[in-house]
């Protein structure tokens, strides 16, 4: 059921031992989401946890005070609150992994919250950092620079710095707020952007080497195979960028071979629907911004890819 801030809020303020959980591969605005409201919580007096897999991305370690990857989850909670996914099989830990307690789902996707009872969701709102601080206001709890620096990632990271299509007036203006509360964009900026490692540099030499262009020139795609990566994480998370900024892409699309298949990244201008075709291959987001995980190879992967673009452009 779709909730507002104040019901939203009001099931906040009843809690006192709250698990917090995000989306798995989480990105800036999951993790900035996830602090935020986790700090806010704790200086308000409450229990509250927040549960992460895998260890925190380099560009995002300035979190790591809060943000240890959990190997254990908490046994009970008055509260689960899950952040920035419109879907359980997207969870970082799955329903049957966390303890039984209600869930409130907070979230800006467009997709099926009814597998929430409770989901305050706005599919308009830029970030999902953004309704956190509609309800951080609500509980009336202060915005120190911590929790500010944390919502300002968010917002910064799934805007791509105010660029994307979804980046609104009230993108701006909670930034701003976050600024007041002492958000330091620079130094955000220079962690999450200036993080990149030789090796990181070395497999975006060799993915942009891969590029192939499909329906004059419209649709864009970008590989990176594991061989490329030298055995290493590395941080793909701008790739699709610069196959979204060629001057005649409409939909740009980075097919990232992994251990278990591929993920995909869609990014459209605005014109082309991302999200629908991610949809059509078990993925999802937004119209602008979208991903699929698949078991697959890439080959596999562009040719359903291209079939399904085919069939909506
Ligand atoms: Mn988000």
Redesign the pocket.
Same mark, same amino acid.
């Given at each position: 059921m779709k909730i507002g801030v104040e019901e939203a809020s009001r099931m906040i303020a009843g809690a006192n031992d709250v698990l917090l959980v995000g989306h798995t591969d989480p *990105?800036g605005?999951?993790l900035g989401?996830l602090y935020a409201l986790t700090k806010a919580l704790k200086d308000s007096g409450k229990k509250a946890v927040a549960v992460i897999k895998k260890p925190l991305p380099v560009k995002h370690r300035y979190l790591a005070d809060l943000l240890a990857p959990e190997t254990k989850v908490p046994e009970k909670a008055d509260l689960i609150i899950v952040l *920035?996914t419109a879907r359980t099989a997207r969870q970082d830990f799955s329903p049957e992994e966390l303890p039984k307690a209600p869930t409130l789902c907070i979230? $800006? $996707?467009l997709g099926e919250h009814e597998e929430y009872n409770d989901s305050f969701y706005d599919e308009k709102c830029a970030?999902?950092?953004i309704l956190v601080y509609r309800v951080i206001t609500k509980l009336g709890i202060e915005i120190d620079k911590k929790i500010a620096d944390a919502l300002y990632t968010?917002i910064v990271? *799934?805007t791509n710095s105010f660029t994307n299509q979804n980046t609104t007036e009230e993108a701006f203006q909670v930034a701003t707020e976050l600024v007041r509360f002492g958000a330091d964009p620079g130094k955000i900026a220079a962690y999450v952007y200036g993080s990149l490692s030789p090796n990181d540099l070395t497999a975006l030499s060799k993915s942009l080497g891969s590029l192939e262009l499909y329906h004059n020139d419209t649709v864009a795609v970008l590989t990176l195979k594991k061989e490329w990566t030298c055995g290493q994480d590395v941080d793909t998370e701008l790739f699709v960028n610069y196959a979204r900024n060629l001057i005649s892409t409409e939909l740009a699309v980075m097919i990232i071979e992994t251990d278990t298949g591929v993920r995909i990244n869609l990014r459209s201008k605005g014109n082309f629907d991302a999200r629908a075709v991610a949809v059509e291959l078990g993925g999802g987001g937004h119209k602008a911004a979208a991903g699929i995980r698949m078991q697959a190879t890439i080959d596999e992967a562009r040719a359903a890819l291209l079939k399904v673009i085919s069939e909506k452009i």
């Open positions: *990105d605005d999951c989401s *920035d979230d $800006h $996707h970030a999902c950092a968010g990271t *799934d």
